[in-house]
């Protein structure tokens, strides 16, 4: 077995920095994964940022490059969550740095099996706190458990349904 060569925080986080960075450019995130993953690119991070000191193994890189995508593929459902658990605040109004963050945590929560809903929300507060003020790690936190709830509400309500599509 391949030993990983970053832990599932780093390449959360990895995963969070390009989220931030194709939102910002909006650029095509595939072409963004492409070139940032390229050796030539990525050795000249390790200066910049302490998350590219190590390269991501191909078991952490497909984790990365998986997240990003389905977060993107999914871009309109993850909003929805995020207008409906947030007030007010539309996620226009919200900063790039904490939409990123929201977006990924919602795609990990919603579309990764293997991810436990509540590691991806202690992760993702973890990350917010390296980057936002406290109130907005908060609005994080309150955020993502309300989208927790609506989806175990969701998961409870599909078991009440028989085969046939009648609920019980």
């Not at 030993?3 to 390009?18: D, G, H, M, Y």
Request: charged fraction near 30%; glycine fraction near 2%.
């Amino acid at each position: 077995m391949e030993q990983s060569s970053v832990s599932r925080t780093a390449a959360r986080e990895l995963a969070f920095s390009l989220i931030y960075m194709t939102s910002v450019s909006e650029s095509d995130p595939d072409s963004i994964l492409e070139s940032f993953f390229e050796d030539e690119y990525y050795e000249t991070l390790s200066e910049e940022l302490r998350l590219c000191v190590k390269k991501p193994d191909s078991i952490q890189l497909e984790y990365i490059k998986s997240l990003v995508s389905l977060c993107f593929i999914n871009l309109e459902t993850i909003d929805e969550h995020i207008r409906n658990n947030s007030g007010t605040w539309k996620p226009e109004r919200i900063s790039k740095t904490a939409l990123a963050i929201l977006r990924m945590c919602i795609a990990e929560m919603l579309y990764m099996e293997d991810v436990p809903v509540s590691a991806a929300i202690n992760e993702a507060v973890e990350i917010a706190k390296s980057y936002e003020n406290k109130e907005t790690v908060s609005f994080i936190n309150g955020v993502l458990g309300s989208v927790a709830k609506e989806i175990k509400a969701s998961e409870a309500e599909e078991t009440l349904v028989t085969d046939d599509g009648e609920h019980i």
